[in-house]
């Protein structure tokens, strides 16, 4: 094999794979937006979304609860310790659902991070 022979080989199999690829994305209702680079929003993410947001609420609850049983049994107080932390985790799941509803959970903290880092390296170079 000649360096003409490999070098149509390779542009002959670019062409395959993004025709491969185009005729994928068609059927597959396009992955990708073509004009931002970014995944199209789905539904199935607006379900996962709300799936966590609940499992959030519910968790804290049952955190609470089980905390407050736990020191009913220990200091013998059944039931005022499990009502009193049942609102403690309810007032926790509140406040969880709605850091994560605004975008403030965990990787927003360090997406904010990351884009003030940028904002500093910018203006210093300016």
Do not use: C, H
Not at 42 to 67: D, H, N, P, Q, W
Not at 97 to 115: I, K
Request: glycine share 16%; aromatic share 10%.
């Amino acid at each position: 094999m000649t360096g003409d022979d490999k070098k149509s080989t390779s542009e002959d199999f670019d062409a395959r794979l993004r025709a491969a690829r185009d005729a994928y994305e068609g059927r597959a209702g396009s992955s990708k937006s073509k004009t931002e680079g970014e995944p199209p929003e789905s539904g199935m993410k607006g379900i996962g979304f709300a799936m966590r947001l609940g499992t959030e609420l519910v968790a804290a609850i049952g955190i609470g609860v089980g905390f407050g049983y736990g020191l009913d049994q220990w200091l013998g107080t059944t039931p005022w310790l499990m009502v009193l932390f049942f609102f403690f985790g309810g007032a926790a799941g509140v406040m969880n659902v709605y850091r994560l509803s605004m975008g403030m959970d965990q990787s927003g903290v360090r997406l904010n991070r990351r884009l003030a880092a940028l904002i500093k390296a910018t203006r210093t170079k300016i």
